[in-house]
């Protein structure tokens, strides 16, 4: 299977570089099972729920996971904290125009020492000298993604993380459930719908360009989650709707294993045959992508393009700031 397959063109003006004014009230794309599009505002959501269903959330909160810092000899660098080890110490991405060697030291913020003791492929072993959490907390910056051009503002600080964010950990945004606020949960909660979560951490990999040519050379990068013994219980008889396709990944990864906690590298693409979920929340999703590679083996690829092309028709807005897509089986 070729990753050209899952090729299109996109006009850059429309990949969204802010959120819409209220989290609520970005458009969405119901893509219904006999293939009927529907144009809908997100608001119109807790309508297409019922007591059949369960929503599933991914509770991860994003760290502040850019860190600017410095190499001795006083060049410029960026530490890209990629998943958080222990109370010092990180495994990170730097950037730089010579990387650091192992057992080198550098500094962040107003000066903190952050040594590199190992290196293995695109990851650094790091051990800071204070706790890692309260350095992020003073000089970290929000990770937006590569296509979001502006500098992260402290009102990314806010919409950049989902109303119902719990666990630190994750260095990207569990994008579907940016749309959700408060009062949009309690109207599902009214139609009878469940509400559920799991905790996946969204790793950096989750923007990693796919570099063969055909999709079964490529080896995905491995994400952390947790499903909570109550939330497997609440998916007994309904119909699961995941709220974005890292809840998915953790649900048919633990349906594969067993497990209810673990790293999984799961690759769903077209051929993938799903144990759990039948419904599917989330944004639009980047040409060539392993996430377009997901909704597609979900759906169809076919039907999943054919919706995507009706979007740029219509002006929707694409992306982690983007309007998002109701899909059904």
């Not at 608001?43 to 860190?67: E, Q, W």
């Not at 594969?256 to 979920?277: N, Q």
């Amino acid at each position: 299977m070729l990753v050209s397959d899952f090729d299109y063109e996109l006009p850059a003006e429309l990949i969204a570089q802010q959120p819409a004014p209220q989290r609520s009230c970005s458009r969405l794309l119901h893509l219904r099972a006999e293939g009927a599009i529907d144009d809908l505002v997100f608001s119109d959501l807790p309508r297409l729920v019922d007591s059949r269903d369960v929503l599933v959330l991914n509770d991860t909160r994003v760290i502040k996971a850019r860190l600017a810092g410095r190499k001795p000899s006083g060049g410029k660098l960026e530490l890209f904290i990629e998943r958080i080890v222990g109370p010092r110490e990180a495994l990170a991405l730097i950037r730089a125009s010579h990387p650091p060697a192992p057992g080198s030291e550098i500094t962040v913020g107003d000066g903190v020492r952050v040594t590199v003791q190992s290196r293995e492929n695109d990851l650094y072993g790091v051990v800071f000298a204070q706790n890692i959490d309260c350095v992020l907390e003073r000089f970290g910056a929000v990770p937006l993604p590569p296509y979001i051009a502006h500098q992260p503002s402290e009102a990314d600080v806010e919409r950049y993380q989902t109303v119902y964010a719990r666990v630190p950990g994750a260095v990207a945004a569990p994008t579907a459930g940016l749309h959700f606020d408060a009062a949009l949960l309690e109207a599902i909660r009214a139609r009878g719908a469940g509400v559920a979560q799991i905790t996946l951490h969204v790793g950096a990999g989750t923007f990693q360009p796919v570099r063969v040519g055909t999709v079964e050379g490529h080896r995905m990068h491995k994400e952390r989650y947790w499903i909570p013994r109550e939330t497997m219980h609440a998916l007994k008889d309904r119909r699961v709707l995941a709220v974005g396709t890292t809840s998915l990944r953790a649900l048919e990864s633990a349906a594969r294993s067993g497990e209810l906690e673990g790293a999984t590298d799961l690759f769903i693409y077209p051929g993938f045959e799903f144990k759990v979920v039948k419904r599917l929340l989330t944004n639009f999703h980047l040409p060539k992508s392993t996430l377009l590679m997901l909704v597609s083996a979900f759906a169809g690829r076919e039907r999943i393009l054919e919706a995507y092309h009706h979007a740029i028709r219509e002006g929707y807005r694409f992306f982690s700031y983007g309007d998002a897509m109701l899909i059904e089986t």
